[in-house]
């Protein structure tokens, strides 16, 4: 089956950094753009980040332009997430997704469970 799992979160201090991981396995992950949303109490799911493929093209928020780099390996399967200078406006529950899309099926996309991240002093 196809599971997404994300790790890494935890507490951090205002200006602080974190990295988090997203493990990937049941579908073929070079083949699926990868990407960060997060979610904070209250509010709507937020794009973050995304990366092709090939890791060739990537395309970030605003609000984390700067801030927040994604990398992926490939060969583990596995897509992480650099934090930066994180403020408390970043607190947030941080979900790994997955996105494909094919010409039969559509877009397809996969979520992970989410690890929450809290920035407080």
């Known amino acids: 089956e196809v599971q997404l799992v994300e790790s890494g979160g935890g507490l951090v201090q205002p200006g602080g950094s974190l990295t988090l991981s997203c493990a990937a396995s049941?579908?073929?992950?070079?083949?699926?753009?990868m990407g960060w949303f997060r979610q904070a109490p209250g509010k709507e799911r937020e794009f973050l980040v995304r990366?092709?493929?090939?890791?060739?093209?990537?395309s970030y928020a605003d609000s984390v332009k700067g801030r927040f780099t994604i990398s992926r390996d490939n060969a583990k399967t596995t897509v992480y997430l650099q934090m930066n200078s994180l403020k408390p406006e970043d607190t947030a529950v941080y979900y790994c997704?997955?996105?494909?899309?094919?010409?039969?099926?559509?877009?397809?996309?996969?979520w992970g469970q989410g690890t929450q991240v809290t920035v407080s002093s």
């Open positions: 997704n997955a996105k494909i899309y094919n010409v039969i099926k559509g877009t397809t996309d996969y």
């Open positions: 049941g579908f073929t992950f070079r083949s699926y753009a």
């Open positions: 990366t092709s493929w090939s890791g060739g093209t990537t």
